[in-house]
């Protein structure tokens, strides 16, 4: 079906939109709104754990902040645009274009945060968006639903149950044993709740979506006891999200939570949309998907393990170019040098020790 907008006649200039242009615009929308939504929260944060308990630490005296009801309100609207894209477009096309949400929350973390990403941070952010579009580009279609009872029916079959039994389960030993000891310094935790937690929610939306487009068109799907339950779902869902997703905002770099967490639920939601909608798929689909994953992966590490480095793209060239000139080889002694030859010099002629870089392993130090 082609994604381009078509004109009936010369006399009726209105344009009518394909249901999957409309998707996509819908979620292009939400990932703007997303993106924006996680920096005035973190500000909202800021300002909380100034004057209260840290969300970090269990405490909710954001709650109090006008500035993060804002974000949660900035928030809403990008969900809400959401929940309508996938009425209109299937999951495994909607969920992966939450990569622009990555973009804008870097761009404004730059201006309004001071946070920075690195080179090789921003390295990492694109091949992670670069997977996930892989697997997307590479993944099978999606079955055509037209009804509620068609996405409960598949959702009762053995394969997706044993998906949401294995979620719910980890989610749980995530939440009680995991969390307490390593939710503080370790960024994967909480992520690791909000994505699984996400992967179950956009299903039941999913579902949601096609009954309220179905109730538009004159196919009223709300007398189905299905849809209530799937109602509670998403509201349990997006409750536990925001609860741990604020955790990992008020304790770890805006710009380094927003890509993994891209990365982790875009992973989950396409698992759990294939075992759902039971797509056959052959061999080279298979690998090239794997290809892709192995591309996410390689990507989130990079991300993470460099984000305390201060490396520019200059910086980097001014260090292979010296390196070369002495007939050396280029290692990671080279950029050591480079940084202290970027250091201001003290009265003796020596360099100035470099700033410490926050580790976000205490209160004191994460801000």
């Not at 990008?78 to 096309?93: M, S």
Request: aromatic residues 10%.
């Amino acid at each position: 079906m082609s994604t381009l907008p078509t004109f009936d006649s010369p006399a009726d200039p209105a344009i009518h939109l394909s249901d999957r242009t409309k998707g996509l615009l819908l979620a292009v929308s939400s990932s703007i709104f997303i993106g924006a939504s996680f920096i005035v929260k973190k500000k909202g944060l800021r300002a909380a754990g100034a004057t209260g308990i840290r969300a970090g630490s269990g405490g909710y005296s954001y709650l109090s902040k006008p500035l993060w009801w804002a974000g949660m309100l900035t928030m809403v609207v990008g969900e809400v645009a959401n929940f309508a894209a996938y009425a209109f477009a299937p999951a495994i096309l909607v969920t992966p274009l939450g990569a622009l949400s990555i973009i804008v929350s870097a761009v404004l973390a730059h201006y309004l945060l001071n946070e920075r990403l690195n080179l090789f941070g921003l390295l990492g952010g694109m091949l992670c968006v670069a997977g996930s579009l892989t697997i997307v580009l590479h993944a099978p279609e999606e079955t055509p639903i037209t009804s509620v009872m068609q996405v409960w029916q598949l959702a009762m079959q053995p394969g997706f149950l044993l998906y949401v039994v294995a979620a719910v389960a980890t989610i749980l030993f995530f939440m009680l044993h995991v969390a307490p000891a390593h939710g503080t310094t370790s960024i994967f935790v909480y992520i690791t709740i909000c994505s699984l937690v996400g992967s179950l929610s956009v299903m039941s939306c999913k579902a949601l979506g096609i009954a309220v487009k179905l109730t538009i068109e004159g196919d009223n799907q709300f007398f189905h006891p299905q849809i209530y339950f799937c109602l509670l779902v998403v509201a349990v869902c997006v409750v536990t999200q925001m609860n741990y997703l604020n955790k990992a905002l008020d304790l770890f770099n805006t710009a380094i939570v927003s890509p993994i967490y891209y990365v982790m639920f875009t992973t989950f939601t396409i698992t759990a949309s294939v075992i759902l909608f039971q797509e056959e798929q052959s061999a080279r689909q298979a690998t090239t998907e794997v290809c892709g994953f192995v591309t996410i992966v390689i990507g989130t590490f990079l991300l993470h393990s460099t984000k305390d480095l201060d490396i520019t793209l200059a910086s980097l060239h001014a260090a292979t170019k010296s390196t070369l000139e002495r007939g050396g080889s280029f290692s990671a002694t080279s950029l050591s040098d480079l940084q202290m030859q970027r250091l201001p010099l003290t009265s003796s002629g020596a360099p100035n020790p470099p700033t410490p870089v926050a580790h976000r392993m205490t209160n004191s130090d994460r801000f």
